[in-house]
């Protein structure tokens, strides 16, 4: 009888320790949240646009007999298609890139004089360059940026005849340069891949040209024309290496 109280005393004994056991055990820490994936705009890319321009043009005719006659302004708009290369760095959600772009044009447009209605004129804008520096802000696979430098356009003005089915008396081309602003919309759509949207104005000023014609409309063939550019183009951009892959944010 005396063992089986002993026993029963020890079986009570040890089932109200065994809570007071498990309570004293540690809990077992949650495994830590992942931590976010934040996408990389640094790097080195090379990329495609293509989109829409116009260009205006004001001419002015410069003589020294008859002094200066302004021939009005015109417009004409038309596609535009290139290539851009480019380098960013990356500080936080700050995006500092230098890009330079270059795009065949076709913008081309002729009206009647109001000098000599006997002729017509032609301002022909084929090739387009700009040399831009840019600031952005990320928001994570988005970026919003502003951009701003240098720019240049290839063009052509013509006189032509309109007693002689258009005949082109006479030429000057120009290389002009100028400056540029923009802003652009883009998106990482995978690691090294992105495209965006991009508008950007060109001002490019006034340019004196002295046409290459004989006698005897050569006295009043020097001009001066002013100009500027308007493009929104579609782009869609390369990043090599791992610069485009994605990375952990650190705390």
Known sequence: MKKFLLGTIGLLALGMGSPASAADMAVKAPPPAPLPVIYNWGGFYIGANGGWGQ??????????VVGTFAEGCHERSGGVVGGQIGYRWQANQWVFGLEAQGDWADLSHTRVSLFDPTLSLRTKTDGIGL???????AWNQVLLYVKGGAAVTSNRFSILDNLNFGAE???????????????????????????????????????????????????????????????????????FGGYGAPVAARY
Do not use: K
């Not at 205006?56 to 410069?62: H, K, L, S």
């Open 55 to 64: 260009s205006r043009n004001c001419w002015d005719f410069v003589n020294t």
């Open 131 to 137: 040399f831009t520096g840019q600031i952005g802000y």
């Open 169 to 239: 008396l006479a030429s000057a081309s120009s290389t002009r340069w100028g400056g540029v602003v923009g802003v652009g919309f883009e998106y990482g759509f995978a690691p090294n891949w992105s495209v965006g949207v991009e508008y950007d104005h060109l001002f490019m000023g006034d340019a004196n040209n002295t046409f290459t014609i004989v006698a005897p409309f050569a006295a009043v063939l020097n001009n001066r024309v002013s100009q500027d550019v308007d493009m929104v183009t579609l782009r869609i951009n390369y990043r």
